[in-house]
């Protein structure tokens, strides 16, 4: 994995106030870089605080056209998809990093290569199914302990998937936040 993880967020009164297209930059990490999304955000400041932000993006992601919707879920990669495919942070909330430390530990290869191949056959028929990727907060669990509820997805009502996919986009690139931080007014300002 080469992509570089991003580093702590800027103060809310920075974001609030920076340029749209430095604040889409900025929050792109977060979105996996959904460009209508993103610029809707940038147009929807101030919003005060990270709760306000993400309790707006909500709302925005929800009302915008279909097409824009399954731009932003389809900007996440599929579950399970190759390592070098993700970016950084989907690459640890995938558990690419444990499965690491697991191949160290010797983990059976045959285990893995059995929960790609379902992960595969499963998001590919979920694809065909919806028309767009199968979008899930992860948690840092393991990829075999997800295979369960994309398959019971499949048995979904498609604008009911759509709003969970939405849910969990929003619910990710908010615990993404959290885990980057924000930076101090200080260290803000150098």
Same mark, same amino acid.
């Given at each position: 994995?080469?992509?570089?993880?991003?580093?702590?967020?800027p103060?809310?009164?920075?974001?609030?106030?920076?340029?749209?297209?430095?604040?889409?930059?900025?929050?792109?990490?977060?979105?996996?870089?959904?460009?209508?999304?993103?610029?809707?955000?940038?147009?929807?400041?101030?919003?005060?605080?990270?709760?306000?932000?993400?309790?707006?993006?909500?709302?925005?992601?929800?009302?915008?056209?279909?097409?824009?919707?399954?731009?932003?879920?389809?900007?996440?990669?599929?579950?399970?998809?190759p390592?070098?495919?993700?970016?950084?942070?989907?690459?640890? $909330?995938?558990?690419?990093?444990? *499965? &690491? %430390?697991?191949? #160290?530990?010797?983990? !059976? +290869?045959?285990? /893995? =290569?059995?929960? @790609?191949?379902?992960?595969?056959?499963?998001?590919?028929?979920?694809?065909?199914?919806?028309?767009?990727?199968?979008?899930?907060?992860?948690?840092?669990?393991?990829?075999? $302990?997800?295979?369960?509820?994309? *398959? &019971? %997805?499949?048995? #979904?009502?498609?604008? !009911? +998937?759509?709003? /969970? =996919?939405?849910? @969990?986009?929003?619910?990710?690139?908010?615990?993404?936040?959290?885990?980057?931080?924000?930076?101090?007014?200080?260290?803000?300002?150098?």
């Amino acid at each position: 994995m080469t992509a570089v993880r991003p580093g702590p967020l800027p103060p809310m009164e920075v974001l609030d106030h920076i340029s749209a297209g430095i604040f889409a930059a900025t929050m792109a990490p977060l979105f996996e870089g959904a460009p209508r999304f993103l610029g809707r955000l940038a147009v929807a400041r101030p919003f005060g605080s990270l709760e306000a932000l993400f309790e707006r993006a909500r709302q925005i992601a929800h009302a915008m056209p279909i097409a824009e919707q399954l731009e932003l879920i389809d900007a996440h990669p599929r579950l399970g998809a190759p390592p070098a495919s993700v970016s950084a942070m989907s690459f640890v $909330e995938q558990g690419f990093d444990q *499965e &690491a %430390a697991e191949r #160290a530990a010797h983990e !059976a +290869e045959s285990e /893995r =290569a059995r929960v @790609a191949a379902e992960l595969d056959r499963l998001n590919t028929a979920y694809e065909t199914r919806f028309g767009f990727r199968y979008c899930v907060f992860v948690a840092g669990r393991p990829r075999s $302990e997800l295979l369960g509820g994309l *398959e &019971a %997805a499949l048995e #979904a009502v498609r604008l !009911a +998937e759509l709003a /969970r =996919a939405i849910d @969990a986009v929003v619910d990710i690139a908010a615990d993404r936040a959290a885990k980057l931080g924000v930076v101090g007014p200080e260290e803000a300002r150098t």
